[in-house]
């Protein structure tokens, strides 16, 4: 089956026409922990922000309900780890705990669903090394530059998931909730 899709145009209407919304919120928190700077990135540039925008990188496909599409994304070449394979470089350590929101943009904010924030939080939460060295040992060793890598990338997997896991709910939703207990 062909799956029709196009390069989702930035506009807000779109998005209430999705059949995953819920992704969304996933997506935001997925490029934060991969420092994505490819998709939307809030850069700051002589004291202004000038966002980097790819919408490019998120799809709506036609493979929805009639008259809806699935939210898809794809393209992460330019995350964090693809700085990581070079030979003494270390500029990694600090964006460990970086608290720039990435893939956030502009028209995602109505769509942000705390739950599903909380619930991806408590997934990169649970990252274990076993899964991390996992992953890594899936990628070719001659498209590796450096020895260092593997290591490398152990370390900011498992401690830049730790701190998202951590911190990214009170990045997206700052206002904090008030508990109401009932009066028995």
Known sequence: MRDE???????PHLLTRIDNPQDISWLVVFDTFACNY???YPRVVAGEIQPHRNARNVFLSEDGATGRFR????DHTLCEYALMDAPGGSHWLGKIEDP????????FKNHL??????SAAAKLGMLDSATIQAIIGTVPRQWIQSPDTPTNWGTFISRRAAFVARTIELRLFPQQ????DRPR
């Open 5 to 11: 899709s196009e390069p989702w145009n930035e506009s």
């Open 38 to 40: 490819d998709r939307y």
């Open 71 to 74: 939210l898809r994304v794809y």
């Open 100 to 107: 720039t929101v990435f893939g956030l943009f502009p028209a």
């Open 113 to 118: 669903d705390r739950e599903q924030v909380k």
């Open 177 to 180: 909730e008030l508990r109401y």
